[in-house]
């Protein structure tokens, strides 16, 4: 059993219930490889002295090894992480289970912060670790590879090419500055993705929206400009150690 705690993002679920998106766990990713990603649908019961319920939990797993990165509950494959102390596998945590072969997913492999419903009952979820966007069917199962922005990679990317350690592969956007919002056109046919942060090279007071486009799963070229009164916090290469 896990606490319930910080969704990040609510959809309608029908019959006044709403998914709610847990976040990648307890704030941080060092302490939050004990966390199962989930899905809820709960059922906010306003006015009942009994509080919101919870009608359905959705663990998040990758049985079919969609991420081909090593992950917490399944530490012997998948490529290795960076060679970086952030990325520093714990060893399995009860949060595993029974069933390695159900590669349970964990706050330490993912950072979720938007959910959308697709017309076909399956959910796209915006991540920050990449950033990726993350297609996931309605039993929690990863139903495809991560769809990464070419040239966006945070500190976190699990795939960052280290050549000179110090520059960790020339990150982009800084750490937790992924994917905030997502939301689906009304016509669901495409998704656009908002960045928390400014791109390296960017004018640090805007944030670009990325169109991915579901029939095709591509992005758009280009890409619109959401424009901050204030500087976003930008990608700082000199604050990552090993």
Do not use: K
């Amino acid at each position: 059993e896990q606490p319930v705690q910080g969704f990040s993002s609510m959809v309608p679920a029908g019959a006044g219930t709403w998914w709610a998106l847990a976040d990648n766990g307890y704030a941080w990713r060092t302490n939050s490889a004990d966390f199962q990603l989930v899905v809820y649908r709960v059922g906010p019961r306003w006015g009942d002295p009994g509080g919101p319920e919870v009608v359905e939990t959705v663990v998040l797993l990758d049985p079919d090894r969609h991420l081909p990165w090593t992950i917490v509950c399944d530490p012997s494959r998948g490529t290795p992480l960076p060679d970086l102390s952030l990325n520093v596998l714990p060893p399995p945590p009860p949060a595993c289970g029974d069933q390695p072969s159900a590669r349970i997913l964990t706050g330490f492999d993912l950072d979720p912060e938007s959910l959308v419903l697709a017309p076909d009952g399956t959910f796209w979820i915006g991540e920050e670790f990449g950033p990726f966007l993350v297609h996931v069917g309605a039993d929690g199962r990863l139903l495809e590879p991560p769809v990464e922005v070419p040239g966006v990679r945070s500190p976190q990317n699990p795939s960052l090419r280290i050549a000179d350690r110090a520059r960790a592969g020339e990150p982009t956007v800084a750490a937790s500055r992924g994917f905030e919002g997502v939301a689906i056109s009304p016509d669901g046919s495409a998704l656009y993705a908002l960045l928390e942060g400014p791109v390296a090279g960017d004018d640090a007071q805007d944030l670009r929206i990325y169109v991915f486009d579901l029939a095709r799963r591509s992005f758009a070229d280009g890409f619109l400009r959401l424009r901050l009164e204030m500087p976003g916090q930008a990608v700082n290469l000199a604050s990552l150690a090993d």
